[in-house]
């Protein structure tokens, strides 16, 4: 009987045979080699070697005796004894002499082609129900890595056969509908990469959190991948944009420093240890970007081979490794996602949001942060756990709170509200299991077992994009179906487009019907993935605080070229939101802040001016060509030239915000000229529609919010491609209030005669013209009124903020 099959020998119809990850490997080896994947060798039993280890061993009745005493599988006691003792009868079992043989043949043979003896290789089970559409089965079985010699092997196959019945895949397939006993287990052996030497991780070929179809996912730390599978470190991740990438841009749209405070290397006394990492290490990025590029290369040819076979997009869950050895990056499994795979096409997505009442008092009730998973808000009491061995303590509608989860909590998991871990990254194990589960999670909130404690009640935030907040205390919450499925911005007689700040909500506002965004704010890109002034990067040595100086040194800490932090992690945020709405239109806005907000930044107060009204003082506009400022702005150009022309969205507009004189609309393009941007040579003739864009098709939109704006628009159009009304900004310059002024509050109005009448003059003299005019401020959202009035006088477009969006486009369809 031949037991053994070479992953070159296989294909992805021997599913029976071998299972589906092994399956996989050898459709993989045959069909993608040839373009280039690399994918170590190896050779898997075949499920007939399970079934006769069984018979040999004369187990199978046995097996099903112990299986007859499980009546409850709730019963985790239970289930833990039930696992145990058929673990041990596989574990302590024979290996019959003819399939031993033909094992100890085929790893010499395997040996041979990597030119050694008693090589080094990993032992993953691969069970014949896995890798389907609706169950990947991922993490139910044991992988042994690192094993070296005949006899080594023999005990991990044991071992991984064994592993058909630990308690978390017992507890799957009673939940799948899958029959124990129909179920075989294949083991593969596969030749190790030696990336305890370099790095490792997983790749997505969706965005995990929303499935959103055109990113790249990459999770990379230093040394062998599992410790980014389990959730013992917070990794790297990064994101490639498909469609750009495609086209032959470099398209990485993020790249995100983990701490990667740990690595599993080769052990001297065992298989593996795990160790500290060094300081290097940690402040470095785990990855360089051409080999970035090069994983997010084999990843869209394993999708689109994969969805070319089942005549539909499939989505892949894909292990990698890069040998420190020989330089190479290798793939080393592959297997369809099966949380966004299987969801048809949604007539409404539900949304979680805390009670305005609420939202005030907030910042005082927070215990900690993390990396949030899903997208739900949870209330329940606080569990924490220490290991595996006290998950008989979770009761139904806790919140579990601990250090890291691995597949043994899975039975405990189930029961859970939700789930809080110190350790872990959006590809750990809690946030993968929290997903198919359907709960919201909080990954690497450090210190949680600390702030919180057992019994206290706290609610879990995951509604307010990559930030999660776990709260003391019960906190009111909202929870709604938003019926996307219905609406339509078609319905409206202009474009309805959405105002967007944050790049981590990119992706799902993304969903919402749209003609695109109408305003993408950078300030708060800058504050909170920058934090630092801009001109810290300019004349550091401006800085005299130790204390400053220190906290810079660490947030730029992978960057040896501090500006190249600022315009790269500039440019990815703006990448982020531009690739969300790909191809559609995204107007981003030059940085904004008032010297007030400035001076907030690390650093700020080294270079900014103390002023008695910042509303109306050093802001938009004429800080760009300031002696004082114009450096900071040429490396916002420097990060927009980025996004448009190394990663292709060319999707992007530019839009100058505060421009109070038609001179200053000339400085500024001028400064956008010296820095790349546009030619102003065209900007000055006629009012040829064309004259603002330059040879790359870059639009250049001003927001109209200043009353020197709306008196002089027909001057400004021989400057701007379009413009944006600012009805924050009109309102406060029209009636004569601070907006900030809580006193003159019941003032301040956008429905009021005067700042109506400013907006109409403002549409008809761009109109006139041919311009583009739509309204990116407040008051559309807040009062559709505003937003009537201004559509019957033939506004362009109106953008909303995206809650409400639906609200609005529901009252059209209405009519």
């Known amino acids: 009987m031949e037991f053994i099959k070479k992953f070159r020998e296989l294909t ?26 690399a994918i170590p060798q190896g050779f898997a039993t075949a499920a007939q070697a399970y079934r006769y280890f069984l018979k040999y061993n004369n187990l199978e009745g046995k097996i099903r005796d112990i299986m007859g005493s499980l009546k409850d599988p709730q019963d985790s006691h239970n289930l833990k004894k039930v696992g145990s003792e058929i673990r041990r009868l596989i574990s302590e079992g024979t290996m019959p002499p003819d399939l031993k043989i033909e094992i100890e043949q085929a790893y010499r043979d395997l040996c041979e082609i990597y030119g050694g003896q008693d090589c080094d290789v990993a032992v993953r089970s691969s069970a014949t129900a896995e890798d389907l559409p609706t169950a990947s089965f991922a993490g139910q079985q044991e992988t042994f890595l690192n094993v070296q010699g005949v006899q080594e092997l023999l005990i991990a196959c044991k071992k991984s056969m064994a592993s058909l019945f630990t308690d978390r895949a017992i507890i799957y397939r009673i939940e799948k509908g899958f029959d124990h006993f129909e179920v075989a287990l294949s083991v593969g052996v596969q030749k190790m990469i030696r990336s305890d030497l370099a790095s490792a991780g997983v790749i997505f070929t969706l965005d995990t959190e929303t499935g959103f179809k055109d990113v790249i996912m990459i999770n990379s730390s230093w040394g062998l991948g599992e410790i980014v599978v389990k959730g013992e470190i917070i990794p790297d991740e990064f994101l490639v944009f498909k469609q750009t990438f495609k086209k032959g841009f470099k398209s990485i749209i993020k790249k995100s420093l983990g701490d990667k405070n740990k690595k599993i290397i080769y052990g001297k006394k065992s298989d593996t240890e795990t160790v500290d990492t060094n300081i290097q290490e940690k402040n470095s990025f785990s990855l360089t970007n051409d080999e970035i590029l ?84 949870a209330i329940g009491k606080a569990n924490i756990i220490e290991s595996a061995k006290g998950i008989d303590q979770v009761k139904e509608g806790d919140i579990i709170v601990t250090q890291m989860t691995d597949p043994d909590w899975v039975p405990a998991m189930r029961k859970a509200a939700g789930i809080i871990t110190e350790q872990g990254g959006r590809t750990c194990h809690a946030a993968i299991v929290s997903r198919e589960l359907n709960i919201p999670a909080i990954v690497g909130a450090k210190n949680a077992r600390e702030m919180i404690k057992t019994e206290q009640e706290v609610t879990l935030d995951c509604s307010r994009g990559k930030t999660g907040y776990v709260y003391q205390g019960h906190i009111s919450f909202q929870e709604y179906d938003v019926p996307i499925g219905e609406l339509s911005t078609k319905d409206v007689p202009c474009e309805v487009m959405v105002n967007i700040a944050d790049p981590d909500s990119a992706f799902a506002v993304s969903f919402l ?8 704010r950078i300030e708060f ?78 650093g700020g107060k080294y270079f900014e001016p103390i002023e008695q009204n910042p509303m109306i003082g050093w802001r938009g506009a004429s800080r760009y060509y300031n002696p004082y400022f114009k450096d900071a702005f040429a490396l916002e150009c420097a990060a927009l030239k980025k996004a448009r022309e190394e990663i292709g969205l060319i999707n992007i507009k530019i839009m100058i915000p505060f421009v109070r004189t038609t001179q200053e609309a000339e ?42 704006n709306v008196l002089l628009i027909e001057d400004f159009c021989k400057f701007f491609h379009g413009f944006s009304i600012g009805s924050n900004d009109l309102t406060q310059l029209v009636l004569g209030i601070d907006r900030d002024s809580q006193v003159l509050a019941p003032l301040f109005d956008e429905r009021d005669k005067a700042v109506k009448k400013s907006m109409v003059m403002a549409i008809e003299g761009a109109l006139r013209h041919q311009r583009h005019i739509g309204i990116c401020g407040q008051g559309p959202s807040d009062l559709p009124e505003v937003a009537n009035f201004l559509i019957s006088k033939g506004i362009s477009s109106i953008s909303l903020n995206p809650d409400s969006v639906p609200e609005f486009l529901m009252k059209y369809k209405k009519g």
């Open 513 to 520: 019907p749209n003609d695109g965004v109408g305003l993408a």
């Open 294 to 377: 090069e994983l997010a290369k084999y990843a869209m040819i394993i999708e689109d081979y994969y969805s070319q076979i089942n005549k539909r997009w499939s989505p892949m869950d894909i292990e990698w490794a890069k040998d420190g050895k020989d330089g190479k990056l290798y793939i080393l499994q592959a297997r369809p996602e099966t949380v966004h795979a299987t969801e048809k096409q949604k007539s409404f997505f539900k949304t979680y949001k805390l009670e305005k009442k609420e939202k005030e008092s907030l910042e005082s009730k927070i215990l900690v942060r993390g990396q949030s998973i899903g997208s739900k808000i």
């Open 12 to 37: 992805i119809k021997d599913v029976n045979l071998v299972g589906g990850k092994n399956a996989s490997l050898g459709e993989m080896i045959r069909a993608l080699a040839q373009k280039g994947v």
């Open 667 to 708: 400085k500024v393009l001028q400064e956008l000229e010296k820095n790349n941007l546009c030619s102003s040579k065209k900007n000055n003739k006629s009012n040829e529609k064309e004259n603002s864009k330059d040879e790359n098709n870059l639009e250049i939109i001003m927001m109209c919010e200043i009353p020197s």
């Open 525 to 602: 890109i800058i504050s909170n993935y920058i934090q630092i002034h801009p001109m810290a990067f300019i004349k550091p040595d401006k800085i005299k605080d130790p204390e400053i100086i220190k906290k810079i040194e660490f947030i730029t800490r992978a960057y040896k070229n501090k500006k190249s932090f600022y315009i790269d992690n500039l440019a990815y945020g703006i990448s982020t939101i531009a690739s969300a709405f790909y191809p559609k239109p995204v107007i981003v806005r030059f940085s904004d802040f008032k010297t007030n907000e400035y001076r907030n930044l690390i």
